[in-house]
């Protein structure tokens, strides 16, 4: 079975400072990766996804993600975040046929 | 609504008691699971539900939890003489099959007290 690791629990980032939130799985065979965010308060919502083709992938609200074949890794970036940016994190993974498998998370905590 | 929806929202119980925590998920979609979020913490995976196929129960911390789905549509999650630990908001999620199958739709959830 894949998992998914997230190594860190916590990132502490400046307002307007760049941001890289790490994510590494395993899986032996093709896998789509996810991204996931859980605003204070709210529920989880899909922000962003790998399926194929590029391995950059956007979200409409300034992160990025790069997939990563080799290292087996889907990082999740913003060159500059914002207070609101605040949230709980989860990397997630799919293996075709199987149930999506989620990280344990990271909360991203900007301060002013 | 169009969205996954969870009643009750919130739940107040006293220790031993049983609760019945209800999914209805988006109509079409196939795949349905239970998550447990304690507060502060991350995800805990319950089960998982996929059209008729066997659901996966790996994630049931006890066999005071269990949980059934009829057909593809309404999903309960019982959990028997409730204990303090199991105090949590209860996350239902559902997808549609293939390459939008990690495209999950999440409700607001059940918070659970044990007093």
């Known amino acids: 079975a894949q998992s998914v690791t997230q190594l860190d629990s916590q990132v502490p980032v400046f307002e307007e400072a760049p941001v890289e939130l790490r994510c590494n799985y395993s899986?032996?065979?093709?896998?789509?990766l996810f991204w996931y965010v859980q605003y204070p308060n709210q529920g989880l919502q899909l922000l962003l996804k790998y399926l194929s083709g590029s391995t950059l992938v956007e979200s409409i609200n300034g992160f990025e993600a790069e997939f990563n074949k080799s290292q087996t890794s889907f990082h999740l970036r913003k060159p500059s975040v914002h207070i609101s940016d605040t949230a709980e994190y989860f990397c997630a993974v799919l293996k075709a046929g199987n149930m999506l498998t989620f990280g344990g998370g990271t909360r991203l905590m900007v301060k002013p | 609504g169009a969205g996954v929806s969870q009643s009750p929202s919130n739940k107040v119980t006293e220790k031993g008691k049983d609760v019945e925590l209800r999914c209805d998920p988006i109509?079409?979609?196939?795949?349905l699971y239970w998550y447990r979020q304690r507060l502060g913490q991350g995800l805990e995976f319950l089960i998982y539900?996929?059209?008729?196929?066997?659901?996966?129960k790996s994630g049931l911390p006890s066999d005071r939890f269990s949980a059934e789905r009829t057909g593809e549509s309404v999903s309960t999650l019982t959990i028997q003489r409730t204990q303090q630990e199991d105090s949590a908001v209860y996350l239902c999620?559902?997808?549609?099959?293939?390459?939008?199958?990690?495209?999950?739709?999440f409700g607001e959830g059940s918070r659970l007290t044990v007093l």
């Open positions: 899986s032996s065979v093709s896998v789509y």
């Open positions: 109509s079409g979609h196939t795949a």
């Open positions: 999620a559902s997808s549609l099959a293939g390459l939008r199958a990690g495209e999950l739709f």
């Open positions: 539900f996929q059209g008729n196929s066997a659901p996966d």
